[in-house]
């Protein structure tokens, strides 16, 4: 199958891109090569699960990548996915340290109709084998736990996955489970991980398992990792579906460890002339501590930068002690408590359009303000005189404070030489 790009350039081969085989699938970049596939006779086949193995192609049989093949077995046959062909499988054995290639199994032909059905009928019975495997276990006393079943594809031979804390001597076991079943019996033991990885689920963090979808090799986690990174130490949130330690905790640990070089060690107290503060807790990530007054309760709080700590540890050492863990310039303001509930009111955006409103009828009446003083000043001569008999007419009151202010005025003006007063004639002295 092929897309033809918009650009005319050529066409994108979706070969490479196929069938989604989890944590074993491999991204064939060479699919769209023209002669990929006859470039080897090696061809990688998956099974159920986590099993896949590598076979060769001696018949020439045109193989791509999801075809249906029956493989050789020990004994009789086996049935897979073809997941990749070409010049990768040679890569990919060297990865599997797989040398001789003598050792390597041959692919018998493309699945039939009939191989399909005896595949299905095999595939049907191990659950039901599973139940029975356990049980039997159980009366042996043996301590194990049988966590898979897979049959061959032919349905003559059944490989049990178990899980043991300790070496188990399954010798009578597999007398018992060949008596039951009928077929020829392999034990393969498995960690916990493994199990894990094979069964699948959904993770706290709600995707799924990494165990089950990419991880290959798993790596031993320990509970400095948790310490590393400022987690309590709490069997159930560390815990993995696995009852292991999640893998997870390995992924920022060397973040965690980095970012832990710029913060002051735990132990080493700070004095300041309003006492001695003790470590209480730190932001790793933020680059934040806080100190406390008292060493074994939280009292008198304060939150500092790991520079601000290690510039008053070096005030310390010199016999310097600082009027406060803060900076001057960084000296918190206590900030106004806010009424959330005043927040969340229905009607606090109706009081906003009621100041608006009031705002522009404001306005409104200021504008006509203006025009009335506007008016008054642009009137013509003959306004003055009709306006004369009503200004006669106005009360004596009105214009006896405006006359008293004039007198002031002119009172308190220095008055030239040979000026006769307003209220006599004479003449001013000298």
Request: aromatic share 6%; net charge positive.
């Amino acid at each position: 199958m092929e897309f033809k790009l918009h650009n005319g350039s050529g066409n994108l081969c979706c070969k490479s891109c196929g069938r989604q085989d989890k944590q074993l699938n491999t991204y064939d970049w060479l699919a769209d090569i023209p002669g990929n596939t006859e470039e080897s006779d090696f061809v990688e086949v998956q099974f159920k699960n986590t099993r896949k193995g590598y076979y060769r192609n001696s018949n020439k049989i045109p193989l791509e990548k999801g075809d249906i093949v029956a493989v050789e077995a020990m004994p009789g046959h086996d049935i897979g996915v073809v997941t990749l062909t070409g010049r990768l499988v040679p890569l990919q054995m060297k990865k599997a340290n797989i040398k001789s290639e003598t050792d390597i199994k041959r692919i018998y032909r493309k699945a039939k109709p009939v191989d399909m059905d005896k595949y299905q009928e095999a595939k049907e019975r191990e659950h039901s084998t599973m139940i029975r495997a356990r049980q039997i276990a159980l009366s042996l006393n043996l301590n194990m736990k049988i966590g898979d079943v897979e049959y061959q594809g032919d349905g003559n031979k059944a490989i049990f996955y178990y899980i043991a804390d300790e070496r188990v001597d399954f010798r009578q076991l597999i007398k018992v489970l060949a008596e039951a079943f009928r077929v020829r019996i392999e034990m393969k033991q498995i960690g916990a991980r493994q199990e894990a990885g094979r069964i699948g689920g959904i993770g706290p963090c709600g995707r799924e398992l990494c165990c089950a979808t990419w991880m290959t090799s798993f790596v031993s986690v320990s509970t400095g990792a948790a310490r590393f990174q400022d987690i309590s130490l709490n069997p159930q949130k560390l815990a993995g579906q696995c009852a292991k330690l999640k893998c997870c905790l390995n992924y920022e640990v060397d973040c965690y460890v980095e970012a832990q070089k710029r913060l002051p060690s735990k132990e080493v107290e700070l004095e300041t002339k309003d006492g001695v503060f003790y470590f209480f807790k730190a932001d790793i990530l933020s680059n934040q501590v806080t100190y406390s007054s008292d060493k074994s309760i939280p009292a008198n709080l304060v939150t500092i930068s790991g520079r601000r700590a290690f510039e008053i540890i070096g005030l310390n050492k010199r016999g310097i002690k600082p009027d406060s863990l803060l900076a001057e310039e960084h000296r918190t303001v206590p900030q106004k408590p806010v009424d959330l509930v005043e927040q969340e009111s229905l009607t606090r955006f109706d009081r906003n359009r009621k100041t608006k409103n009031n705002g522009n009828n404001e306005g409104n009446g200021n504008r006509n303000k203006k025009k009335k003083k506007s008016n008054g000043n642009n009137r013509p001569q003959g306004s003055e005189q009709s306006n004369a008999p009503q200004q006669a007419n106005a009360p004596k009151e009105q214009s006896k404070p405006r006359n008293n202010n004039r007198n002031k005025n002119r009172n308190n003006k220095p008055k030239p030489q040979g000026e006769k007063n307003a209220s006599n004639d004479k003449p001013v002295q000298k």
